[in-house]
T-cell receptor, first 114, second 113 residues
Framework: QQQVKQSPQSLIVQKGGISIINCAYE??????FPWYQQFPGKGPALLIA?????SEKKEGRFTISFNKSAKQFSLHIMDSQPGDSATYFC?????????????FGGGTRLMVKP | GAGVSQTPSNKVTEKGKYVELRCDPI?????LYWYRQSLGQGPEFLIY????????DSGLPNDRFFAVRPEGSVSTLKIQRTERGDSAVYLC???????????FGPGTRLTVL
């Protein structure tokens, strides 16, 4: 059972455009929703995270939108840059219980064209 | 400061062999996680340590997989009788506590021929 579904699998955006990646989860016990960025040959690195008590969180060019009733959350990258080209993973966990083991989505390969 | 390190970076082995993968977490981090990432997929949880004990090993695929963390710092993931399906990148992550950000190492790419 795939508990976190991510779309699209790949995304091509022009420089300066907005990149949008969507995720949906099934387990309502999840209470922590991070996004990770991964470059080839590297481990995932935390980009931004949100708890379900807020509907939006913004850090610089990165924004998470969270819809608890729909069990969906998304990452928006404003003013996308070629350096943002990477694979992005959404994840979910139960941070206050059960050790915070992350359940990842399948990933989105983002390419930002100059 | 030093991040999470993993050795070796690459490991090629033959089907049926035994392998050990090492993880050095960030100093002072009490929680340590192992994940497996198959090509083109997201990481999947294997096992988690809090201190020296395996707090949750529910993600280990079968009894060929085992992990230890004897002194609460370095951890070793051990795979017996390797199979071609074990080929993947094995990622280690550590965090200050279970409610803190997980920092990932670069992974060990395991190839079973």
């Amino acid at each position: 059972q795939q508990q976190v579904k991510q779309s699209p699998q790949s995304l091509i955006v022009q420089k300066g455009g907005i990149s949008i990646i969507n995720c949906a989860y099934e387990n309502t016990a999840f209470d922590y929703f991070p996004w990770y960025q991964q470059f080839p040959g590297k481990g995932p690195a935390l980009l931004i995270a949100i708890r379900p008590d807020v509907s939006e969180k913004k850090e610089g060019r990165f924004t998470i939108s969270f819809n608890k009733s729909a069990k969906q959350f998304s990452l928006h990258i404003m003013d996308s840059q070629p350096g943002d080209s990477a694979t992005y993973f959404c994840a979910a966990s139960m941070i206050n219980n059960a050790g915070n083991m992350l359940t990842f989505g399948g990933g989105t390969r983002l390419m930002v064209k100059p | 400061g030093a991040g999470v390190s993993q050795t070796p970076s690459n490991k090629v082995t033959e089907k049926g062999k035994y392998v050990e993968l090492r993880c050095d977490p960030i100093s002072g981090h009490t929680a340590l996680y192992w994940y497996r990432q198959s090509l083109g997929q997201g990481p999947e949880f294997l096992i988690y340590f809090q201190g020296t004990g395996a707090a949750d090993d529910s993600g280990l695929p079968n009894d060929r997989f085992f992990a230890v963390r004897p002194e609460g710092s370095v951890s070793t993931l051990k795979i017996q009788r390797t199979e071609r399906g074990d080929s993947a990148v094995y990622l280690c992550a550590s965090s200050l506590g279970i409610n803190n950000e997980q920092f990932f190492g670069p992974g060990t790419r395991l190839t079973v021929l």
